[in-house]
């Protein structure tokens, strides 16, 4: 029974960083892909960054790229997500997501992840 917890959500200010973790369980960690997704209100759900189980190869959005960095520690069955330079459109609820592959073949595509936490609300404002 996979279980995926989001936390360090919070309000911060343009230009401000701010680092998620995600916390995992019920799963082999090292058997899945990782990914981050965001979905802001009115809006579809999208990809943020993936990052593959054994050799850490990393996929960004366009949006994030060069601003935010993806991580995970297999050892503690963990990913973050460290946001720099936020801006206001990067508000949204983010979630964490876990697929039954190795690779992120298709990283972006929604359907294709297997198990989902429940989010953590980014709120970048002045």
């Known amino acids: 029974q996979a279980h995926l917890v989001e936390t360090g959500g919070g309000l911060v200010q343009p230009g401000g960083s701010l680092r998620l973790s995600c916390a995992t369980s019920?799963?082999?960690?090292?058997?899945?892909?990782m990914g981050w997704f965001r979905q802001a209100p009115g809006k579809e759900r999208e990809a943020v960054a993936s990052?593959?189980?054994?050799?850490?190869?990393?996929n960004y959005a366009e949006s994030v790229k060069g601003r935010f960095t993806i991580s995970r520690d297999n050892a503690n069955n963990m990913v973050y997500l460290r946001m720099e330079s936020l801006k206001p459109e990067d508000t949204a609820v983010y979630y964490c997501?876990?697929?039954?592959?190795?690779?992120?073949?298709?990283?972006?595509?929604?359907?294709?992840?297997?198990?989902w936490g429940q989010g953590t609300q980014v709120t970048v404002s002045s």
């Open positions: 990052i593959n189980a054994i050799h850490h190869s990393t």
């Open positions: 019920g799963f082999i960690f090292d058997s899945r892909c």
């Open positions: 997501a876990a697929r039954r592959s190795q690779e992120c073949y298709y990283w972006d595509y929604v359907p294709g992840y297997d198990d």
